[in-house]
């Protein structure tokens, strides 16, 4: 997308739009936020625990961040604090998503998972053998997703209620510039290319890779008796969080800050959007879909060009063959 057509999209969205307080009732529900401890998944846990979840699962890598927002959250909604559990979980460590989807096959039911952990930094760090943003931001997640879709789906029968996979993404995702991509080679190996990499973009790349890989599961994973579960991808728009805490050197802190001064919603704000996609009544119309503003939008030019299709299918068959290494059967409910 040209920046021009981003920029009025932002624009409108940022100032124009005022998102629908969430109001749906989750009575009942065993529901999993991941980066739940901080920033918009401690502000979409909060919503759910007020909107009456049974249980809220904060999934977290640091377990002391996690209690100290289950105080807050406790404190700010006056909730009993056995409805909410801090599990521990590491995107940046398979062996530790394992761990976490093995626990949650304990759960009596789970009825929605929002995939909300994410990393932005200029830094190039490799963890499990990729670039950090593409471990975390996309693999990990999709792993995750994959290693627990049959247990939402084992849920949603059980309990005759469709569940939800809500991925967090991101409207960068339409401005990627995405100068790694090819189809006559492996794209992962592209990706993991130091000097390839404009590390300025990576960040826009990790979400349209996550877009990619969710449409392609939503795909595979169609919403019927069988499978109750409606998997989309959400943005909550630009808010304020700590996800610039990365940001190098003051200079870039402080005009940083004062850009997301004037133009960021609030982190409650924004979680909002989290809170949505998840939401029961949230319907098939989103399932395989980009969310902004608590609506389906287009996908993008990366996404809908026929460039964009290529490269959805090569990146989500590469990414298949990864995620059997990583997990010797977990795609194999999608085939
Ligand atoms: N804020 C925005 O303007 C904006 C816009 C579009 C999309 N998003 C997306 O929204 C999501 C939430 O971001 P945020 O703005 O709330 O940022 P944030 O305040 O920085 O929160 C990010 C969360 O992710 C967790 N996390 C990071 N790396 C992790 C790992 N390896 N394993 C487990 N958890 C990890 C963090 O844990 P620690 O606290 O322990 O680091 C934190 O809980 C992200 O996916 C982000 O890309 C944000």
Redesign the pocket.
Known sequence: MDTITYAKMFAYSQFLVKLPYPTSDFTGQTIIV????????LEAARHFIRLNATKVIV????VS?GEAAVVEIVRTTQADPSRLEVWP????SYDSIKAFAQRAQGLDRLDAMVQ?????TQHWKVEEGMESHIT??VI?PILLGLLLLPKLRESGKAYDKVGHLSF?????QYLAKFQEKCTDGSLLEALNDKDKTDMGDR?NVS?LLLLYAVRSIARLSPVTLDSPVIINCL?????????F?DEPGWSQKILMGIAMKIV?RT?EA?SRTLVHAASPVVGVETHGKFLMDCKVYPSGPNVESDEGKVLEESFWKELVQRLEDIRLGVCKDLF
């Open positions: 991941t980066g739940a401890n901080t920033g918009l998944g999934a977290v890598r640091t961040k979980l590491d995107l940046s909300n952990a994410g990393i932005l975390v931001n990990s967090v993404g991101s409207d960068l960040y979400k943005t909550p728009g630009a808010c304020t969080s700590d996800i805490r960021a982190t924004g």
